[in-house]
């Protein structure tokens, strides 16, 4: 029996908007530790690449443990993106009162730029860098915010599980980690099982495709629930920058949480962080359009399409070449899908059409 799906209409009059975003990337990976900073202590949590959306509840769970070694109960969560979001959750299901400050709020913040989808090893860590020591601290946060995540489904924040399709040519390309870059890094707690369809059995236009149920993230819906939860447990949201270290010195609270992502850069000095630059494409929803695949991810704010990764751009201007690229990519891939038929297998087409190895096809988070 053919799976039946319906094309993307991709055309250049249903686009609504063009969003960019800047990921915070860092050669080794996230940082997850505490220093002092005077009489305070700062616990650093941020540089989670492509994968905030899909790490953030791990991470803060990580900082909300470094947190509890401290007798004081107050905390500042600097940042309100998901990772200041997600830590001041965690910190408040400890027993902190927590405030947040930050120069930002949804839906101004980059993670409303996200995609986005559970892929946790989008962007994180150039092999090179890897430890064992890294690799465990990945493991646990994985685990925790793939676990968080399946407990929100269903309950209006924006996440629910939807079917991902890996049109492919290779029959090598199966199996739970085929094609992944993860390196060994995901655990089978973490890796359903994939579905391989032969041809004559999806409709696109390669020989296989394999079928794995993955985690979908509203962005705007999740970080004001987000935002909700955060104000309902009783936390403040502050809205305020810093410029230096000695501005969060002035804080009346004893325990710093720093998530301000690239903000890391110039008020902690990391000069390992450096922007990834994202840009999606939003089409107007497509209600029938059930399925992910490849960069295209349907929500209820549209159906959006990637993938742009600019590493060492700052700039937050769309770039028209990228944009055309995106669109004209998807035109070529979703006009080559087989019409859906009622109960009727169809030929493989003979028109060529451009498909990304299946390796391209991961890295879809913020």
């Known amino acids: 029996m053919r799976v039946n799906l319906v094309p993307v209409d991709v055309s250049w009059g ?47 769970s990580l900082a909300a443990d470094l947190a509890l070694a401290h007798a004081d109960r107050r905390a500042a969560v600097i ?28 839906p101004d913040t980059t993670s409303n ?29 994985v685990e925790i915010a793939y676990r968080e995540l399946q407990l929100l489904v269903g309950r209006g924040y924006g996440v629910s599980w939807i079917d991902y399709y890996a049109p492919t040519n290779s029959a090598t390309a199966f199996g739970r980690s085929g094609g992944s870059p993860a390196g060994g890094l995901l655990s089978a707690a973490v890796e359903l099982e994939r579905v391989v369809l032969a ?37 403040r949201i502050i809205v305020r920058s810093f410029d230096a270290p000695r501005d969060l010195a002035l804080l009346d609270e004893p325990i710093l949480i720093n998530c301000t992502g ?31 695949t490849g960069t295209m991810l349907p929500r209820s704010d549209g159906i959006v399409l990637g993938h742009v990764m600019e590493r060492g751009i700052w700039s937050l201007e769309p770039n028209e070449s990228e944009r055309r690229r995106v669109v ?39």
């Open 79 to 106: 940042g309100c993106g998901v990772v200041g979001l997600s830590s001041a959750r965690m910190l408040q299901r400890r027993g902190f009162d927590v405030s947040i400050y930050a120069a930002a709020l949804p």
């Open 14 to 60: 249903r686009i609504i908007r063009t969003t960019v975003g800047l990921r915070p990337y860092r050669e080794s990976g996230f940082v997850i530790r505490a220093e002092q900073l005077d009489d305070k202590t700062v616990i650093h949590n941020f540089g989670h690449g492509g994968a905030g959306m899909s790490l953030s509840w791990g991470t803060a």
């Open 199 to 235: 041809e004559g059995e999806h409709p696109f236009a390669t020989r296989y495709a394999w079928r794995q149920p993955t985690i979908r993230i509203e962005p705007t819906i999740y970080l004001e629930a987000l935002m909700r939860d955060v104000l309902d447990f009783g936390g």
């Open 113 to 141: 730029m996200s995609l986005a989808s559970f892929t946790p090893t989008s962007g994180l860590v150039s092999s090179a860098h890897r430890t064992p020591e890294w690799d465990d601290q990945f493991r646990r946060s």
């Open 262 to 292: 690239l903000g890391a850069k110039q008020l902690f000095g990391d000069e390992e962080l450096t922007p990834v630059k994202g840009q999606l494409v939003v089409l107007v929803p497509q209600p029938e359009v059930n399925y992910t």
């Open 328 to 366: 004209e990519h998807h035109q070529r891939f979703f006009g080559a899908m087989r019409e859906p038929r009622s109960g009727m297998a169809v030929s493989a087409l003979t028109s060529p059409v451009e498909v990304p190895p299946v390796e391209a096809f991961f890295g879809r988070d913020s």
